[in-house]
């Protein structure tokens, strides 16, 4: 799928388990990071709606510890429009990039500004108190 325009920056969003987030708070909210040897592709995803469905629907009900988090983020256009807009459902709602894990360290550099913690999604037998404001789970703040 094509680009439409787009300014100088694009905001992407990426649906995360507790694990990566720590690893994105620990880098400041500036990176995210490297794919282990099994994930071969960084998929950061064009929407909010699509990256709550994940966190909500395969996060929280998949990982462990059952929680999932929607991340925003400004990555300059001229990196982002590299990468070929992959429709992988819903052609309007479930849009993301496929980014090589050897890009990663590239992508991460194009990061404008900090990862942000838009929403949480906790399912039953998660414990640890999620601050309602930054959405970040007590003791990472």
């Given at each position: 799928m094509p680009w439409t325009e787009v300014g100088e920056t694009v905001t992407l969003y990426r649906p995360t388990g507790l694990q990566e987030l720590k690893l994105v708070i620990e880098s400041g909210f500036r990176r995210w990071p490297a794919r282990l040897p099994d994930?071969?592709?960084?998929?950061?995803?064009?929407?909010?709606?699509?990256?709550?469905?994940?966190?909500?629907?395969?996060?929280?009900?998949?990982?462990?510890?059952?929680?999932?988090?929607?991340?925003?983020?400004?990555?300059?256009?001229?990196?982002?429009?590299?990468?070929?807009?992959?429709?992988?459902?819903?052609?309007?709602?479930h849009q993301e990039l496929w980014v090589p894990a050897e890009d990663l360290e590239a992508f991460n550099d194009a990061i404008v500004g900090q990862i942000r913690v838009m929403a949480h999604y906790a399912a039953e037998g998660f414990t640890v108190k999620i601050d309602p404001a930054t959405h970040l789970p007590e003791g990472l703040q």
């Amino acid at each position: 799928m094509p680009w439409t325009e787009v300014g100088e920056t694009v905001t992407l969003y990426r649906p995360t388990g507790l694990q990566e987030l720590k690893l994105v708070i620990e880098s400041g909210f500036r990176r995210w990071p490297a794919r282990l040897p099994d994930q071969p592709i960084f998929y950061p995803v064009l929407n909010f709606e699509y990256a709550e469905e994940i966190a909500r629907d395969w996060n929280a009900k998949r990982n462990d510890p059952p929680v999932g988090f929607v991340t925003a983020f400004e990555v300059r256009s001229d990196m982002a429009t590299k990468y070929e807009i992959q429709v992988v459902g819903a052609q309007e709602r479930h849009q993301e990039l496929w980014v090589p894990a050897e890009d990663l360290e590239a992508f991460n550099d194009a990061i404008v500004g900090q990862i942000r913690v838009m929403a949480h999604y906790a399912a039953e037998g998660f414990t640890v108190k999620i601050d309602p404001a930054t959405h970040l789970p007590e003791g990472l703040q």
